[in-house]
């Protein structure tokens, strides 16, 4: 079609506004849907991490990760020590950074059963006492750095709360979780 | 004039868009690293092909010349928003997988490529065969450069491990083996396909 000021104008104005209003009818359908699948996705996390026996969960976050901020929650036993971490968002590199999200991945077992706040909190190349990914150092010292995060959060909890009485307690962004069964 | 079986036929084997025409080669080598994942990406692309495709054989008398590309490029965007908040929704596993490549779709060269070059010329039903074969065709490349890397890389096809990890050089898993894979899987094709 031959192209002239009024028709160019017309046209893209039609379809731009078309265009939006199809993207905001279907945001506005999906926005509860995803909002449920993030919140089912933390709360599953969340029931994950804690040791059966009961223990403690507390959230950590890193900006620093390769593809940007890496957010994670870890499961406590009762003497602090780690039963297991979950990640909740990343955005590492597919196929290496990504691992971190893995079962039994070289982190996640750095990290089982021990005490964060009695280990050197970096990757070995660095002097520190965690096995890193293979290929992805940049986002295994994000996951670190988040896993000290969630430490650092628990402990500040410790401090000035003597007792837990309630099933969840949210504290500056840190979940405490008190499991009976 | 190409029959219809053709037009469909085109984009899988004698057009294939990531080795015969090397278009959309960003999503090829990044996303890549994994079987599962390059199929995934090519479904993606492919969803979007069709729909873009479709659309835009609708509306092509209706847009003036001088503005067809910003045009295409609103409709092509949109259908990979909508597309990226419907996997958020319904698939959030896959999701978790392709998040960070999904809004990459609209950079994607064969998407304009094809609006450009067939469904802005043929109709609807013509745009749809050819968006499903080049669709289809971006797919089995990624998944088989994806398989590729992963056996080489990982020793593992699709997260099943083969049990030869130990031996296996990661290098193919990371950027400059995409490049080496998918070189050679173009010299290989075009060996074959020239007969």
């Not at chain 1, 209003?21 to 359908?29: D, E, R, T």
């Not at chain 2, 450009?116 to 745009?127: I, L, M």
């Not at chain 2, 030869?164 to 080496?180: C, E, Q, R, T």
Request: proline share 3%; net charge neutral; aromatic share 8%.
């Amino acid at each position: 079609m031959k192209s002239t000021l009024k028709n160019m104008v017309t046209v893209l104005l039609s379809i731009t506004l078309l265009a939006s209003l199809g993207v905001g009818a279907v945001n506005w359908l999906t926005l509860e849907p995803i909002a449920r699948v993030q919140a089912n996705a933390e709360r599953e996390a969340l029931a994950r991490v804690v040791p059966a026996s009961g223990g403690f969960a507390s959230k950590g976050a890193s900006d620093n990760g390769y593809g940007g901020r890496v957010e994670l929650i870890v499961g406590f036993h009762p003497d602090t020590t780690i039963y297991h971490i979950e990640v909740l968002t990343q955005t590492e590199t597919p196929g290496l950074g990504t691992v971190m999200t893995e079962e039994e991945n070289l982190l996640l077992r750095s990290f089982r059963r021990r005490n964060p706040g009695e280990m050197k909190l970096s990757v070995r190349k660095d002097g520190g006492d965690v096995d890193a990914l293979t290929g992805a150092t940049v986002s295994s010292r994000a996951y670190i750095e988040a896993v000290g995060d969630a430490y650092n959060r628990l402990s500040k909890m410790e401090g000035s709360e003597e007792q837990v009485e309630q099933d969840i307690e949210v504290h500056s962004g840190a979940t405490k979780t008190h499991n009976d069964e | 004039m190409m029959n219809n079986w053709k037009v469909l036929w085109n984009g899988i084997i004698k057009q294939n868009p990531a080795f015969v025409l090397v278009l959309g080669m960003c999503p090829t080598l990044g996303t890549t690293t994994s079987a599962e994942n390059g199929f995934g990406m090519g479904v993606a692309t492919l969803a979007v092909l069709v729909l873009s495709n479709v659309v835009i054989s609708l509306i092509k008398q209706w847009i003036p010349d001088k503005v067809r590309i910003p045009a295409f490029i609103v409709v092509i965007a949109s259908f990979v928003t909508v597309i990226e908040l419907l996997m958020q929704a319904y698939v959030p596993s896959l999701y978790k997988a392709l998040g960070v490549f999904i809004p990459l779709i609209v950079v994607n060269c064969i998407i304009l490529g094809r609006a450009e070059a067939f469904a802005s010329k043929n109709n609807v039903w013509r745009s749809l065969l050819d968006g499903l074969g080049m669709g289809v065709g971006f797919t089995w490349a990624l998944t088989l450069v994806g398989a590729v890397r992963e056996v080489l890389g990982n020793g593992a096809i699709f997260g099943y491990e083969l049990g030869i990890k130990s031996y296996m050089p990661l290098v193919f898993v990371m950027a400059p083996g995409g490049f080496f894979v998918l070189g050679y899987l173009m010299i290989l094709f075009n060996r074959l396909s020239r007969k």
